[in-house]
């Protein structure tokens, strides 16, 4: 199966910088899309970023401040989606959760991580 571990988070004060991390563990050639989402107090789900054969797409908010890239391991069991962040603003405070879209034989599946709080105060 596939499990979804993030890492990462916590306490930054503004305009300081944050990574997360996000390791997806199963066969990645069942993997496609894989990405960050966030969800503010009161606020519903949203998406971050995300990445798939090397293209990605990011929210308005975070464009030019969040890098996301994928790396694979050589065996294809594992693959690893980071998050960089910079310039954090207070808006960005939220629980932030790793996805990752299944596609082949997982298809019409989505797996998710257990999430990872960032606070942005100062």
């Known amino acids: 199966q596939v499990q979804v571990v993030e890492s990462g988070g916590g306490l930054v004060q503004p305009g300081g910088p944050l990574r997360l991390s996000c390791i997806v563990s199963?066969?990645?050639?069942?993997?496609?899309?894989m990405g960050w989402y966030r969800q503010a107090p009161g606020k519903e789900r949203e998406l971050v970023a995300r990445i798939t054969d090397g293209i990605t797409r990011y929210s308005d908010s975070v464009l030019g401040r969040f890098t996301i890239s994928r790396d694979i391991a050589s065996d294809g069991a594992k693959s690893v989606v980071s998050l960089e962040m910079r310039n954090l603003k207070p808006e960005d405070t939220a629980i932030y959760s790793c996805?990752?879209?299944?596609?082949?034989?997982?298809?019409?599946?989505?797996?998710w991580g257990q999430g990872t709080q960032i606070t942005v105060s100062s």
């Open positions: 199963g066969r990645m050639s069942n993997i496609g899309v």
């Open positions: 996805s990752a879209e299944g596609i082949k034989l997982l298809r019409g599946r989505n797996f």
